[in-house]
Every structure is written in C-alpha cells, then in structure tokens.
C-alpha cells in the first residue's frame, strides 16, 4: 500500500492542471473535459509553460526565451503561428483558456464573466 501510495505521489507531482485543461508531463499527454489532444513537441512545451504560468500575462519575448531557447534567432512571430495552432486544438471546447493582451503578451485563464 505504502509503495502504490508514494507511486500515486509521484504520479501527481507531473500533472498540470487549469479549469477543465489537463496535461500530464512526463508521459506528454494532455485532455480537455476528458477528451485527449495531440500536440506537436513545440505545442505541449508552449501549453506547459502557460499552464504553469496560468493566470500570468507572458510576454512574447519571454515565451521566446523559455519555449524555443535564448539561442532562438527566427521570426519572433513563430510565437502567433503557435498560439495558434494552440487554441485550434485546446479552445476548441468552450471556454476559451488563451488569451491576448494586446500589446502585452498572453496568458491562460477563464473568460471574464460580465
């Protein structure tokens, strides 16, 4: 029992999880409202930077650097074409999760009710 009980510690300590979002770290899968979403390598590394950021508006410059790497020296609208490809996948079920703030960056939240 002792054994089974740290296997299911250990298990939750990969899990992130927003609102209905979940995302399993170490066997790279992720679910919304139960429903599994494949994603490319680049798509789970973004999502799982915004799920551990959830909340916090994100620069472009900062999903750069921690996403793609300080070295990355593309077209830093490579960040638009992947929240793309994010919310084509993700927000595809309601509420929307990704969201802009125009001029600022992006974050992942719950629509504001009003």
């Known amino acids: 029992i002792l054994r089974r009980a740290g296997e299911v510690a250990a298990a939750d300590t990969s ?3 927003f609102a209905d979002l979940t995302m399993n770290v170490d066997t790279h899968e992720v ?3 139960e429903v599994s979403i494949e994603l490319t390598a680049t798509e789970f590394n973004l999502l799982r930077y915004l799920l551990e950021n959830a909340r916090r508006v994100i620069s472009k410059s900062e999903l750069l650097d921690n ?3 300080f070295e990355f020296r593309g077209d830093p609208n490579i960040v638009e074409t992947y929240i793309s490809y994010l919310r084509k996948k993700i927000d595809d079920h309601d509420p929307a999760l990704i969201h802009t703030i ?3 960056g992006y974050t992942l939240r719950l629509p504001r009710e009003g």
Request: charged fraction near 35%.
């Open 15 to 17: 899990t992130l999880q």
């Open 31 to 33: 679910w919304r409202d």
């Open 67 to 69: 996403v793609w790497g």
């Open 102 to 104: 125009r001029r600022v």
